[in-house]
T-cell receptor, first 112, second 114 residues
Framework: GNSVTQMEGPVTLSEEAFLTINCTYTATGYPSLFWYVQYPGEGLQLLLK?????DKGSNKGFEATYRKETTSFHLEKGSVQVSDSAVYFC???????????FGKGTHLIIQP | DTAVSQTPKYLVTQMGNDKSIKCEQN?????MYWYKQDSKKFLKIMFSYNNKELIINETVPNRFSPKSPDKAHLNLHINSLELGDSAVYFCASSANPGTGVEQFFGPGTRLTVL
């Protein structure tokens, strides 16, 4: 079956630090990959996505590259801000499927 | 304008009651979904509807029944509520399912069963 594995955290960093949140997946075929972000008390917002191997998704300073050879989609940001504090979810959409398969979420805390 | 909206935002009820959560999307999407987020933040698909047809049911108890009066609405009805049903329920919608397009999520409904 399909699955997504990501570090659960909490991950605590100082402002302006470099961020990496690891995400690896198992899926049949070639899925589309997503990062969603959930700010406290809010719903999920799409952060970025990639639909094929070697694609790089980017948004708001965040980046992730679809690596088929390592089945990974790690999230990175060069300099985090306090406002980036949230829960980040890696997810996949398998070909022919309709529902997203989510990782367990990574709680990110940025301290000033 | 809100793309995907849900009501109510909070729902507190007693065990054994029947309740409904409403969802509406104004994006013109063909497919709508319900997800459950448990106390540990884990998200899991419950249902999806495409053109009024149920196309996913992920081993959800039959006490849960999605109802879609039209393409823009997918309501979730829950019978005989149990303590374990306490969670945040998210509605979502997308165009062209399975082609890699994003799903747009509503703000969530926090259900607490006492």
């Amino acid at each position: 079956g399909n699955s997504v594995t990501q570090m659960e955290g909490p991950v605590t960093l100082s402002e302006e630090a470099f961020l990496t949140i690891n995400c690896t997946y198992t899926a049949t075929g070639y899925p589309s990959l997503f990062w969603y972000v959930q700010y406290p008390g809010e719903g999920l917002q799409l952060l970025l996505k990639a639909t094929k191997a070697d694609d790089k998704g980017s948004n708001k300073g965040f980046e992730a590259t679809y690596r088929k050879e390592t089945t990974s989609f790690h999230l990175e940001k060069g300099s985090v801000q306090v406002s980036d504090s949230a829960v980040y979810f890696c997810a996949l959409l398998a070909r022919g499927a309709d529902g997203l398969t989510f990782g367990k979420g990574t709680h990110l805390i940025i301290q000033p | 304008d809100t793309a995907v909206s849900q009501t109510p935002k909070y729902l507190v009820t007693q065990m054994g009651n029947d309740k409904s959560i409403k969802c509406e999307q104004n994006l013109g999407h063909d497919t709508m979904y319900w997800y459950k987020q448990d106390s540990k933040k884990f998200l899991k698909i419950m249902f999806s509807y495409n053109n009024k047809e149920l196309i996913i049911n992920e081993t959800v108890p039959n006490r849960f029944s999605p109802k879609s009066p039209d393409k823009a609405h997918l309501n979730l009805h829950i019978n005989s509520l149990e303590l374990g049903d306490s969670a945040v329920y998210f509605c979502a919608s997308s165009a062209n399912p399975g082609t890699g397009v994003e799903q747009f999520f509503g703000p969530g409904t926090r259900l607490t069963v006492l």
